[in-house]
């Protein structure tokens, strides 16, 4: 199952019934049609459960017995298809819920009823993304929360509606519609938490402190890896100039302190600065052994 059926499937859980969640989904999902009867609306959705949410809405609101039809989508995933029809009360559904607009059709924005009042507006948000809403698996690449909107006024809306709750929404065109998306982590677990999915927010803040957690560890041994050849080649570097000394001049030339440091570099090639302070006779500071070191260089550089 994926993170957005997860989320969706959360959300029917809870039986909520609020006209502005209806709206958002008749906006989103709803087409309409012209009978002899009158106005015909189909809302559609691939989720049957969804479907029936929809079904049990209009009865719930308006006394209406839906027909659910279906059909399997042509294309080789054959999603299949589920359409809610109603062909009665069509006009008063639409006016009910500030849907109509004076052309028998789909008002493009959102009312402002609905953006005045916190609880529409939740629920206004929930209907919205079961329609039309998907969020990218947290386990998965960057983070991402879209809906989409047929039309570029009703996508704008839906960004001033997540801004009044502190939402960082952004719009975009694409070339089948409009997109309203959140990109940070922080705001799709907030959006989460408006439209009443806590669980699926609570995985989320999970997976994402996991996710942060291995790439401090990713980024804590890569440092270390880095740091462990960056000891390799200066010791590699010194090791050559030693035997430089050795072959030319020996190294009973050199002061015994110098000596002792010598030595024990060509024994541990492996120790780091800190490990070879501590194994001197007399231990010294890191900045003293680098000192030494750089004396043992200066001394082969300037060897023939």
Not at 74 to 98: C, H, M, Q, S
């Amino acid at each position: 199952m994926s993170f957005t059926v997860q989320v969706k499937e959360e959300l029917l859980l809870q039986f909520s019934q609020n006209k502005s969640e209806l709206s958002a989904i008749i906006k989103l999902s709803g087409s309409l049609g012209l009978a002899s009867s009158g106005l015909t609306l189909s809302i559609s959705t691939e989720n049957a459960k969804i479907a029936r949410h929809i079904y049990e809405m209009l009865l719930h609101f308006y006394q209406i017995k839906a027909e659910i039809r279906h059909h399997q989508k042509p294309n080789l995933k054959k999603n299949r298809v589920y359409a809610v029809f109603i062909e009665d009360g069509v006009n008063e559904i639409l006016n009910d819920l500030y849907l109509a607009d004076s052309f028998f059709g789909l008002e493009p924005g959102i009312s402002p009823l609905v953006l005045e009042n916190d609880s529409w507006s939740q629920a206004y948000l929930r209907g919205a993304f079961l329609a039309s809403g998907s969020v990218k698996d947290p386990e998965k690449g960057k983070y991402q929360l879209e809906i989409a909107s047929v039309y570029s006024d009703h996508a704008h809306d839906l960004a001033n509606l997540m801004q009044k709750f502190l939402l960082d929404a952004k719009v975009i065109e694409r070339s089948k519609g409009t997109i309203t998306y959140l990109q940070r982590a922080e705001d799709i677990m907030d959006f989460l938490l408006v439209i009443g999915a806590e669980e699926a927010k609570t995985e989320f803040e999970n997976v994402k402190l996991l996710r942060e957690a291995r790439n401090d560890l990713n980024r804590a041994t890569n440092a270390e890896a880095a740091n462990i050849a960056k000891t390799v080649t200066a010791s590699m570097k010194t090791i050559n100039n030693i035997i430089k000394i050795m072959d030319t001049i020996g190294l009973d030339q050199l002061s015994g302190d110098l000596q002792e440091i010598a030595q024990l570099r060509i024994q541990h090639p492996d120790y780091s600065i800190q490990q070879l302070a501590d194994s001197l006779t007399v231990p010294i500071t890191k900045s003293g052994v680098n000192h030494r070191l750089r004396k043992i260089n200066k001394i082969a550089d300037e060897l023939t």
